[in-house]
């Protein structure tokens, strides 16, 4: 099973402060991974897919890279409604693993 | 408009069986691959199961594989996940999720609500 660990656990900033959070995998997953955004209450939303490209109504202060094992998630300009945990996840091998999540508060 | 709803969740002692389904609508079901993700209350998401377009892909997590089994009939646009010798650490909102794709990957864009399954003695 590839294992994700993701970091920091928590961030915090201030609305406009660029926000980059970091994925790894155990092992190479090409650039099989996708980033999630979850908000309290709600389901999660696919933002990134394939590493690099934006899902259908993802705005585009969200990007992504990466490859191999080391992935990142950007948000170039943050907005406080983008308070949310942040998970990746693996669609390389079965089982499609989640990272543990980023905790993104934007004061 | 995609939409997936979640059903069956409920409280269940230890070692019963449950059976969630999920209702699907406003795309072409049988194109895509789907699956069951948990989530325990404050913690993170945790994929349970996949099934591809034609069934003929499934699989499961080490925690539910020979507990849990799943299935879809692509006739009335359902999915389904039976779930037997059910666990306290099974408790978990479970949401229901369409994959990108005809395969059962893993990467999904579309998600239902959940449904709350509470397994306690």
């Known amino acids: 099973e590839i294992v994700l660990t993701q970091s920091p656990s928590t961030l915090s900033l201030s609305p406009g402060e660029r926000a980059t959070l970091s994925c790894r995998a155990s092992?190479?997953?090409?650039?099989?991974l996708g980033w999630y955004q979850q908000k309290p209450g709600q389901a999660p939303r696919l933002l990134i897919y394939d590493a690099i490209h934006r899902a259908t109504g993802v705005p585009g202060r969200f990007s992504g890279s990466g490859s191999g094992t080391d992935f990142t998630l950007t948000i170039s300009s943050p907005e406080r409604e983008d308070s949310a945990v942040y998970y990746c996840?693996?669609?390389?091998?079965?089982?499609?693993?989640f990272g543990p999540g980023t905790k993104v508060h934007i004061k | 408009e995609v939409q997936l709803v979640e059903s069956g969740g409920t409280s269940v002692q230890p070692g019963t069986s449950l059976r969630l389904t999920c209702v699907a609508s406003g795309f072409n079901y049988d194109n895509f691959g789907m699956h069951w993700v948990r989530q325990a209350p404050g913690k993170g998401l945790e994929w349970v199961s996949g099934?591809?377009?034609?069934?003929?892909?499934?699989g499961y997590g080490d925690s539910v594989k020979g507990r849990f089994t799943i299935s879809r009939d692509n006739d009335k646009n359902l999915l389904y996940l039976q779930m037997d010798s059910l666990r306290i650490e099974d408790t978990a909102l479970y949401f229901c999720?369409?994959?990108?794709?005809?395969?059962?990957?893993?990467?999904?864009?579309?998600w239902g609500q959940g449904t709350q399954v509470t397994v306690s003695s």
């Open positions: 092992q190479s997953v090409s650039v099989f």
């Open positions: 999720a369409r994959d990108l794709t005809y395969g059962a990957d893993g990467l999904s864009d579309s």
């Open positions: 099934i591809s377009w034609n069934s003929a892909k499934t």
């Open positions: 996840q693996q669609r390389s091998n079965w089982p499609p693993t």
